[in-house]
C-alpha cells in the first residue's frame, strides 16, 4: 500500500528535491504538485491525499492559515527555510517540521512517521493475519478479524461492521481488500463480506445476522461459485 503525496511548494528548485526523494522511497508516491494552496485545496477535493509536504511561505494563502482551513486534512510535514514557525505549526499536529536545506536521512525519519495509519498484526507462528489496526480519531483500535461481519465503502471511508462494534475510518475498500485473508470475499464494489457469517445467500444477497447484503452484478458468477465451492 502506497502513501499518497501532495508537495504544495511555490520554489522549483525545492520542488524538484521533494520529488526526487519521494522518487526513492518504495511506499510513496506523488500525485500532485501545487504552487499554491488555492491549487492544494482542489487537489484535495478531487485525489484522495495521504500526506502533504506544506511550505509555509506560499503566495496568496500562507502554509499554516491554510492548514487552519481544513476540517480533515491529511498527514502534513512541514517543509520550510523558517524556523520560527515550528511551536505553532505543532497546534495542528503535524508530523515532523523539516527546516531546508532537507536532508534525504532527515527526510525519511519524517515520512516513516506517516507509516502506521493502517497496520497489519500478524500471527508470526501461523504466519496469518489476525487482525487489523486503524486509526480512528487519532487513536488506534485494534480489529480482530475474527469478529468482523462485513465492510462497507462509503466514500473516503469505511465502515467496519463487527459483532461486537462498528467502527469508521478513512480508508479504500479496495485497499483493505488487498489486506485481508482468503475467508473475506468482494461481493459488490461497496461490499466486502467474511465468508464464515454468511447465513444465507441467493444470486441476488447474501445474509448476515438477519442483513441482506445485495451481490453486485459483475460480482455474481465468481461469489456463488466461491461460496459453492467447499474448498474456498
Given amino acids: ?42 487537489v484535495l477535493r478531487e485525489k484522495q491525499i495521504d500526506l502533504m509536504f506544506l511550505d ?41 517540521y523539516l527546516l531546508k536545506p532537507i536532508e534525504f536521512s532527515r527526510f525519511m525519519a519524517a515520512v516513516q512517521k506517516a507509516i502506521p495509519s493502517v497496520q497489519i498484526a500478524e500471527n508470526q507462528a501461523e504466519n496469518s493475519v489476525r487482525e487489523l489496526i486503524f486509526t480512528v480519531h487519532k487513536k488506534k483500535a485494534r480489529v480482530p478479524l475474527d469478529s468482523v461481519l462485513y465492510v462497507e465503502s462509503q466514500k473516503e471511508n469505511i465502515k467496519i461492521v463487527m459483532e461486537d462494534r462498528t467502527l469508521v475510518t478513512r480508508y479504500s475498500i479496495s485497499e483493505l481488500e488487498k489486506q485481508l485473508p482468503d475467508n473475506f470475499i468482494r461481493i459488490h464494489r461497496s461490499f466486502i463480506v467474511s465468508k464464515s457469517k454468511i447465513d444465507f445467500f441467493d444470486a441476488q444477497d447474501v445474509e448476515i445476522l438477519g442483513k441482506q447484503i445485495p451481490i453486485g452484478r459483475n460480482y455474481k458468477d465468481f461469489v456463488i461459485s466461491a461460496l459453492l465451492n467447499k474448498e474456498s
Fill in 1 to 42: 500500500m502506497k502513501i499518497k503525496c501532495l508537495i504544495i511548494e511555490d520554489e522549483p528548485l525545492a520542488v524538484e528535491i521533494m520529488e526526487d526523494f519521494i522518487s526513492q522511497v518504495p511506499f510513496l508516491e506523488l500525485e500532485s504538485v501545487c504552487h499554491d494552496a488555492l491549487c492544494a485545496m482542489q
Fill in 56 to 96: 509555509i511561505h506560499l503566495p496568496k494563502l500562507k502554509g499554516l492559515d491554510f492548514l487552519a482551513t481544513l476540517k480533515n486534512p491529511p498527514k502534513v510535514i512541514i517543509t520550510t527555510a523558517y524556523h520560527e514557525f515550528a511551536v505553532k505549526s505543532y497546534e495542528f499536529s503535524v508530523l515532523d
